[in-house]
């Protein structure tokens, strides 16, 4: 199992962007899907994106469609999520997970989780 660390949240108005970074150590980094899920205060954590092992194939789910970028690199053990045109419904924390059993939306498929970061869009 791979360990993950998520950095790069924090307080954004509406409209900025951030770039969130989920470093792993401690397994094969490029054997592993990555994908980012998120909680916001009250709710259940939801899926946000998730991209390959080889980074060819990624997924988003439809509220951040357009707007995120998922991505990764492999040499860095790094996984990156670019987002933009931030809403103040992003606010939440987000985390970091990893599959072995490839791309997936259920946090079950992730067997791997970050500690998560917080992100907050101010209106």
């Known amino acids: 199992q791979v360990q993950l660390v998520e950095s790069g949240g924090g307080l954004v108005q509406a409209g900025g962007s951030l770039r969130l970074s989920c470093a792993a150590s401690?397994?094969?980094?490029?054997?592993?899907?990555t994908g980012w899920f998120r909680q916001a205060p009250g709710k259940e954590r939801e899926f946000v994106a998730a991209?390959?092992?080889?980074?060819?194939?990624?997924d988003y789910a439809d509220s951040v469609k357009g707007r995120f970028i998922i991505a990764r690199d492999n040499a860095k053990k790094t996984g990156y999520l670019q987002m933009n045109s931030l809403k103040p419904e992003d606010t939440a924390v987000y985390y970091c997970?990893?599959?072995?059993?490839?791309?997936?939306?259920?946090?079950?498929?992730?067997?791997?989780w970050g500690q998560g970061t917080q992100v907050t869009v101010s209106s």
């Open positions: 997970a990893a599959s072995i059993n490839g791309l997936g939306r259920a946090e079950a498929d992730f067997g791997s």
């Open positions: 401690g397994g094969t980094f490029s054997r592993y899907a």
């Open positions: 991209i390959s092992w080889s980074g060819i194939s990624t």
